[in-house]
């Protein structure tokens, strides 16, 4: 997939980019596959801002797309669409029964392509076969995490992992962050990486194009007033420096690790930090 470029018009237009939409063949979705997506511009249920520089936008209509397909299923591929709530490429695909489906789209798919899921599909592209089925090596996308509990990783546009090695009950996979991790072998994931890898060269170029994704605007610390936020304050000069970056609340974060998460501790194999330093 090519970048499209634009004439440089006006000041915003130079430099900037947008994907190509080449690979997309039609632009009418399945009406019974869609759901609006509410705005609620960063509130939580009681009406608090949650999360910040959220708001307005366009309209969204999210695609119904599946991450746990049963065993056995087969579907010939019909369109490659877009998907607003997403970076990756959907595909929407026929069943033997003739029931439409929403799935993420590997890179290279097109339409007449047939996919298979299961323990006796084939080992090619973009089916989808439990870890133990799938040969050591190989690049894959949309794992799971628990057997039967569907794609929970690497499902970004361009994204892809590798199977690194296979011990017992537990195969290693190399995630795009750099870290190693276990996952049951019986857990399933696609061959092949994901769609659109371009998306990660696009180029904004204004701020009303950034208005339409509901981003609102972002104001950094050291303009504000010292009541506003701790980088705030001082005489006109510059006064930002030698202060660790913090939130409005006086929270650290750069180097302020939020993970949580230490029931699933012992699956890391080598963590993401880990592999930084190395390089």
């Known amino acids: 997939m090519a970048i499209k470029t634009y ?4 000041p915003a237009r130079r430099g900037m980019t947008s994907q190509d939409l080449d690979s997309i063949t039609t632009k009418k979705a399945v009406k019974s596959l869609l759901v609006a997506k509410k705005s609620t511009a960063g509130r939580n249920n009681t009406g608090r801002i949650t999360t910040r520089h959220r708001g307005g936008g366009a309209k969204r209509f999210l695609r119904k797309v599946e991450f746990n397909l049963p065993e056995g299923f087969k579907a010939t591929v019909e369109h490659i669409e877009y998907d607003p709530g997403r970076t990756a490429r959907i595909a929407r695909v026929r069943d033997e029964a003739g029931k439409l489906h929403y799935i993420l789209a590997g890179s290279g798919l097109k339409q007449g392509d047939k996919i298979e899921i299961g323990k006796n599909a084939k080992v090619e592209t973009h089916n989808r076969l439990p870890l133990s089925e799938i040969p050591v090596g190989s690049v894959v996308y949309a794992i799971e995490l628990q057997p039967g509990r569907g794609a929970q990783m690497v499902r970004s546009a361009g994204a ?9 009950d537990y195969a290693m996979i190399k995630l795009p962050s750099g870290e190693v991790r276990k996952v049951r072998v019986e857990c ?3 061959i092949g990486s994901v769609s ?20 609102r605007p972002t104001v950094r610390g050291v303009v504000m007033n010292a009541v506003d ?5 001082g005489d006109g000069g510059r006064h930002g420096t030698g202060k660790a970056p913090r939130t409005p609340w006086g929270k650290l974060t750069l180097g302020y690790r939020t993970r949580r998460n230490k029931s699933t501790s012992k699956m890391i194999v080598r963590t993401r930090h880990e592999a930084k330093r190395k390089r």
């Open 196 to 215: 659109n890898e371009q998306h990660q060269n696009i180029k904004v170029g204004s701020a009303g194009r950034k208005r339409k994704m509901g981003i």
């Open 160 to 168: 892809k992992a590798q199977l690194t090695a296979r011990e017992g």
């Open 229 to 233: 936020h701790p980088h705030g304050g």
């Open 7 to 10: 004439k440089p018009t006006t």
């Open 188 to 190: 399933k994931a696609s």
